[in-house]
């Protein structure tokens, strides 16, 4: 490591310079120190609250990703006995006659949904924007709280709520919703068309009506922080780029629920009052249903109109945070902040208009489908502009390879790759082949999933210490970070093939059809490879927690020696963040290594003749 | 229970060991010295990062010649439709295209990531924007995605756009359901009948034909696990529909995929270019298609015999999902029609004449010719015959009210084919013959049958024939074809024939 001398005396910078908001002159009900409930369970300081979100993202994170394990055995191993699942899976497996057990296909795709609906809403829109948006949005822009800390509670434990009620779906004799975490109706609609159809299908949406409700509370909260309570000189371009990508996030998150919520209320109505939004001509269990008139396009059409956005709901704080990671461990200034904004604009403003590019082959007109092709493919270009300029921000680097920093670039590689399938899929030709094969799944696993875990593993681990003093086993991190790099790469790298092959995803089982059973060892491999990447997760859950209490204590405030003020504040936190004054805001959030100085944190003034924006 | 708390221990044991690594990585740094620790393991961290940009930049390549078979447009993998040639130039030019962004990306990734490590004495530069740099690279990508969503929108109105009136086409019907596929055909009027989903009736109406539509007559429908047969070279037009919830006409190897959709059907227009049998010959020439097709018995048959095009369903539907399939089976043009042929209609071998016919009592024009060729044939048989007894034809299709004299409806038919057969053979003189079966008294059912000979002869010369080259007579129960003991032979001995007297 060089040695690095520059040191700056925060708190006399901040006494001297600082805003006084007099917020410690009067009492404020400090529920920040009062009882145990107040602080830690109903608490409305966002840093206790992040923490919540992310404590909560990781438990359903190991549900969802124990559930894939699951379907994966039986994609991999599909002559095996399960029968040793049977004491936690119970009627699911069936258990013949010589003792071999076999998983239900209900339940398989019992599962597949439920993976899907938990990983896309509970773990990388609550656990990697709730928790980060939560910490970093007022330590960031030097606020105090949220703006509104209530409603900020409010939206965890609607989250909360949510979760308990999914997870109560979970164990229903009829099992939970497997309709496909897309819930596409009339399948989604009709209790006898599946048995998770029934009451799993109603839990499922009222679960996720109550984390929508969540996400706009936060949403409202996130965006008004942003706009109102940022300190003073801390202007619009001086925001650190996580902060652009957390209120950008918020804001698709806001426009793009209620449309979402509005589909679930007519999927409602259809289900229980007897509409026919989504129904029309429909002949099931021998009886003609007396629906006519609804379409279930339109279901797709409100369902991707948020589902699209909602990608970029997910990789938006990711792109945030290795952003961050990137310029404080290269120790450079991101490269082209202005155009990093830029792209990230766009990309949310282009997030609204191509949603249908999940329906070139749903019986959409095709004629339209000419618009969604171009609005599609034009996002490769602010894309490829963040890439570009990630690669550019480690050229002339002094870069460290800990942790945080490993998963950053791992992001950039998943990016670039799960990306760049995006350009196949998005081209609607090409998507006639590829549309809901392993192609596909491949795509969005890579680029929206793995990608936002790494996004997710670099902020963990570079903000672990802000959250908890303490660091996270740097060792432990690296074996982390190598068995997922490698392993993701492992499990999805092969299905691209498949995808070509054109195995349809969703699959129970391939035997049936000759052009899909050609792939048993590739399949096998997979397995293996998720059970590996699986146990290296459980590493990381191990040294998070063990770190809680037992990690490396931080012994400076600013131990990354960052320029951003959340690094200001004690070690030890506090209600409020800061002591004493607000510090106030002289340049933009990436100086480093200017004019001979190592750093220059956000909060010391200019020199004379220094620039503060670039 | 036991094996569960061997596994909770193994875990634990496996959380201890891990806890253990993390403490004796500190506790050597601490020895060691944190700066110098942190200095080499970031300077083998970076050499781990060359060596798997390396490894892994191999491993595509790699992996991409070791798949070689499942590369679109390759050898066993090319598209047996002609539109599906365009698909797949397109997904290796996009192949090309990203492929080259991938690698350079990646080079530089970890390459400045390894050059640019932290190190002693290194210095970062500050470098906030460029201007020109960053111009360049938001130009070239949008001028390649340019080609590339020219080229795919391209093709995409070629493929997609319905067919005109003008166009030659088959059109077929495929409808979606939990768990299976029916096939329509439109038969020979090369259209298909309409239905309505109000009329599926399980029994012998799976899709809810419309019977009393003229164009469902000649429907075929095929159930179950029947091949789809299809024509080479032939556009085919899909008209996708679904009974139930949403299924997805998928076929891989015509790149056709479409989702069915109760209530708004969709379709898909391809043209297969290749039958099976001549794809199975393209398959021969590689080497892992002359394996054994069950990999269990190295006597069965090589996998290139055993190819064959598939449906499957691509859009989930259920918990049978996974088992939609149907055999689709490429002939050429001169088999197609020898197997559309053979096919019978589901409306005549299912539904006519039951109660769900809605032209019950009715004859249908290709009855009416039907009966008039059998006619007409029995008649020449008839003439050209040396033998006595073969001069006496049945009239199979005359019929009289139960228990009267009076003709039915229906036997107009006959009579009227009858009529234009006797004007065509002018020379000839007939005798109508009116027969009974045994139930009744002898002397009613003898006045019966020369009633009813009698009532055939008058419409006859209402239309116009020469009464002096016809006669009548009635023979009662006395001369029966069947047995009188049973109801088919009763049936069969009430009948009226036609005797050549003269010609």
């Given at each position: 490591m060089a040695d690095i001398a520059t040191t700056y005396n925060e708190d006399v910078l901040i006494k001297e310079l600082g805003y006084d908001d007099h917020f410690h002159d009067h009492h404020h009900g400090d529920k920040y120190q009062s009882s145990f409930i107040s602080h830690y369970i109903f608490s409305m300081d966002h840093k206790i609250i992040a923490r919540q979100f992310l404590i909560t993202g990781i438990i359903w994170a190991i549900i969802g990703a124990a559930m894939s394990i699951v379907f994966r055995l039986q994609l991999g191993f599909p002559e095996e006995s399960l029968t040793w699942l049977k004491p936690v899976l119970g009627k699911w497996i069936v258990v013949d006659v010589n003792g071999i057990g076999t998983l239900a296909p209900e339940f398989y795709y019992a599962l597949v949904t439920m993976h899907g609906t938990i990983l896309v809403f509970f773990v990388l829109t609550a656990g990697l924007s709730g928790t980060f948006s939560n910490l970093l949005i007022p330590l960031q822009l030097g606020a105090r709280d949220m703006a509104s800390p209530f409603l900020n509670m409010l939206s965890y434990w609607f989250f909360f709520m949510a979760g308990i009620v999914m997870f109560y779906s979970l164990f229903l004799s009829t099992g939970p919703f497997s309709g496909g975490w897309t819930a596409y109706p009339p399948l989604s609609a009709l209790p006898q068309a599946s048995t998770g159809s029934g009451t799993g299908m109603t839990l499922w949406l009222v679960s996720l009506t109550l984390f929508v409700v969540s996400v706009l509370l936060g949403g409202i909260n996130y965006i008004t922080t942003v706009l109102n309570l940022r300190t003073k000189g801390m202007s619009l371009w001086r925001m650190p780029l996580t902060i652009w990508a957390f209120f950008v996030t918020a804001v698709i998150g806001v426009l793009s629920f209620p449309v979402l919520a509005s589909g679930f209320f007519m999927l409602m109505m259809d289900r229980g009052l007897g509409t026919s939004f989504f129904l029309s001509e429909i002949f099931i269990e021998g009886q003609a249903l007396d629906r006519v008139g609804g379409s279930p396009v339109l279901y797709q059409h409100l369902f991707w109109f948020l589902g699209h956005p909602e990608v970029y709901i997910i990789i938006l704080p990711a792109m945030g945070i290795v952003s961050e990671v990137l310029a404080v461990h290269a120790r450079k200034p991101i490269f082209g902040y202005r155009a990093m904004v830029y792209s990230i604009l766009a990309i949310a403003f282009l997030s609204f208009i191509v949603w249908a590019h999940h329906m070139f082959m749903s019986g959409v007109n095709p004629f339209i489908s000419n618009f969604f092709v171009i609005f599609t493919l034009i996002i490769a270009v602010p894309s490829a502009v963040k890439v570009f300029n990630w690669i550019t921000t480690l050229f002339g680097g002094n870069i460290r390879l800990n942790t945080p920093m490993l998963f950053a670039i791992g992001f950039v590689s998943m990016f670039i790759s799960g990306g760049l399938t995006g350009v196949f899929l998005g081209n609607s030709t090409i998507d006639i082949q590829m549309h809901d094969t392993y192609f596909v799944v491949a795509h969005f696993h890579i680029v929206m999933g793995v990608a936002a875990f790494f996004g997710m593993f670099a902020g963990i681990y570079h903000w672990y210490p802000k959250m908890y003093g303490r660091f996270m086993n740097e060792t432990l991190g690296k074996i982390h970070f190598w068995g997922t790099m490698i392993g993701a790469y492992a499990i999805f790298w092969p299905m691209h093939y498949i995808g070509m092959a054109g195995v349809p995803r969703r699959y129970y089982s391939f035997d049936s059809f000759d052009a899909f059973k050609h792939f048993a060892d590739m399949n096998k491999f997979i397995t293996i490879a998720a059970i590996i990447v699986f146990a290296v997760q459980l590493l990381f859950v191990i040294n998070f927690f063990y770190s809680i209490w037992n990690g490396k204590k931080m012994k400076v405030k600013n131990p990354w020696q960052a320029t951003t003020l959340e690094w200001t504040t004690p070690i030890e936190p506090i209600h409020g963040n800061w002591p004493g004054k607000i510090p106030s805001v002289h340049r933009w959030a990436y100086d480093y290594n200017k004019d001979e100085r190592e750093f220059v944190p956000q909060y010391v003034p200019l020199e004379e003749g220094e620039v503060g924006d670039h | 229970m036991s094996t569960g708390f061997i596994a909770i221990l193994i875990l634990v044991i496996l959380a201890v060991v891990v806890v253990q690594i993390g403490k004796i990585s500190d506790l050597a740094a601490k020895i060691r010295g944190e700066e110098e620790v942190a200095q080499q393991a970031n300077d083998t961290t970076a050499v781990w990062l060359v060596g798997f940009m390396v490894l892994f930049l191999i491993g595509t390549i790699w992996s991409a010649v070791y798949y070689k078979d499942v590369m679109l447009g390759y050898g066993p993998h090319s598209a047996a439709s002609a539109h599906g040639g365009e698909i797949d130039g397109l997904f290796n030019a996009t192949l090309g295209v990203t492929f080259i962004v991938f690698f350079i990306t990646h080079v530089l990734l970890f390459w400045y990531s390894y050059k640019y490590r932290s190190r002693e004495g290194n210095k970062a530069q500050f470098i906030a924007h460029n201007n020109t740099i960053e111009l360049v690279w938001t130009v070239i990508p949008a001028i390649v995605l340019t080609f590339l969503v020219v080229k795919g929108l391209v093709a995409w109105n070629n493929i997609m756009p319905d067919v005109s009136e003008e166009d030659q086409y088959l059109e077929i019907e495929a409808t979606g359901y939990q768990f299976g596929w029916d096939v329509r055909y439109p038969g020979n009027d090369g259209k298909l009948g309409t239905k309505d989903f109000r009329m599926i009736n399980l029994a012998n109406n799976s899709l809810g034909m419309d019977w009393s539509d003229d164009k469902s007559i000649d429907d075929i429908v095929l159930g179950g696990t029947d091949q789809i047969v299809l024509p080479v070279d032939t556009t085919v037009r899909v008209r996708i529909t679904s009974k139930d919830v949403l299924h997805n006409f998928y076929l891989p190897h015509f790149r056709v995929k479409m989702d069915a959709i109760p209530g708004l059907p969709t379709y898909f227009i391809f043209k297969p270019i290749k039958t099976t049998e001549e794809y199975r010959q393209e398959l021969r020439n590689y080497p892992e298609w002359n394996e054994p097709y069950d990999v269990e018995d190295p006597e069965s048959l090589p996998r290139w015999k055993e190819f064959n095009y598939e449906l499957a369903c691509a859009e989930l539907c259920g918990k049978g999902h996974y088992s939609m399939r149907r055999v689709v089976k490429i002939v050429t043009r001169d088999e197609y029609e020898t197997w559309l042929a053979e096919q019978k209609s589901t409306y005549m071998t299912t539904i006519r004449n039951t109660e769900d016919d809605p032209r019950l009592g009715q004859l249908l024009d290709v009855e009416i010719k039907e009966r008039a060729q059998e006619l007409r044939a029995d008649f020449k048989n008839a003439l050209d015959s040396e033998k006595a007894e073969d001069k006496t034809i049945l009239l199979r299709h005359v019929f009289y009210d139960t228990g009267s004299a009076g003709l039915s409806d229906l036997s107009k038919y006959e009579l009227d084919n009858l009529t234009d057969i006797l004007k065509n053979n002018s020379g000839v003189t007939v005798e109508l013959a009116g027969h009974t079966d045994s139930v009744g008294d002898d002397a009613t059912n003898l006045e019966i049958s020369r009633n009813r000979a009698q009532n055939v002869l008058n419409y006859l010369t209402n239309k116009g024939?020469?009464?002096?080259?016809l006669s009548s007579n009635g023979y009662g129960e006395t001369a029966p074809i069947g047995d009188n003991g049973t109801e088919e032979g009763r049936a069969q001995n009430r009948r009226t024939e036609l005797r050549i007297i003269s010609q």
């Open positions: - | 024939l020469d009464i002096s080259r």
